[in-house]
């Protein structure tokens, strides 16, 4: 039997989550000399997914406290916490207090849908095709982290 990759089980989980109601989370987005932040406040007791992202970049809970996916373990992480995710990571988390997440990328752009295009996918699927096509990144990147 062909056991599923967390990240498949995340997708299974967003399909059944998809049906019912959705909690719509206040989003800033910060821009800096060469740096985007997002900033995005997640309410005590809503559990999210997120995407998948091509590149490493740089995780801060600002604020509150959560279970989060990091590598094969469901950590119990509190604020002050910084975390640099490998490229091909898809996370599940449930706040279990009012939550502040910073997601940090290195760039010049500020058009938000051209930003998204350069750091994430939604989905496994689409992160392979995108790999697939680098074939100059280093090799470490090139690990699809199924943590």
Same mark, same amino acid.
Request: glycine letters at 4%; proline letters at 5%.
């Given at each position: 039997m062909n056991e599923?990759?967390?990240? #498949?089980?995340?997708? %299974?989980? @967003? $399909?059944? %989550?998809?049906q019912a109601p959705q909690v719509d989370l206040p989003l800033e987005h910060i821009f800096a000399s060469g740096v985007y932040c997002?900033?995005?406040?997640?309410? =005590?007791?809503?559990?999210? $997914?997120? @995407?998948?992202?091509? $590149?490493?970049?740089?995780?801060?809970?600002? =604020?509150?406290?959560?279970?989060?996916?990091?590598? #094969? #373990?469901?950590? #119990?992480?509190?604020?002050?916490?910084?975390?640099?995710?490998?490229?091909?990571v898809k996370r599940i988390a449930e706040a279990l207090e009012d939550c502040v997440w910073l997601t940090i990328h290195a760039t010049e752009k500020t058009d938000l849908n051209k930003i998204k295009d350069d750091f994430v996918v939604a989905t496994k699927t689409q992160y392979l095709e995108y790999i697939a096509q680098e074939p100059l990144l280093p090799f470490k990147e090139l690990q699809l982290c199924t943590a």
């Amino acid at each position: 039997m062909n056991e599923l990759s967390i990240i #498949d089980k995340i997708e %299974a989980y @967003e $399909t059944l %989550a998809r049906q019912a109601p959705q909690v719509d989370l206040p989003l800033e987005h910060i821009f800096a000399s060469g740096v985007y932040c997002r900033h995005l406040f997640i309410p =005590k007791g809503v559990i999210l $997914t997120g @995407e998948i992202h091509k $590149t490493r970049n740089l995780n801060i809970l600002l =604020k509150g406290r959560m279970k989060v996916l990091i590598g #094969d #373990d469901v950590q #119990d992480i509190q604020a002050p916490f910084i975390v640099v995710s490998p490229a091909g990571v898809k996370r599940i988390a449930e706040a279990l207090e009012d939550c502040v997440w910073l997601t940090i990328h290195a760039t010049e752009k500020t058009d938000l849908n051209k930003i998204k295009d350069d750091f994430v996918v939604a989905t496994k699927t689409q992160y392979l095709e995108y790999i697939a096509q680098e074939p100059l990144l280093p090799f470490k990147e090139l690990q699809l982290c199924t943590a």
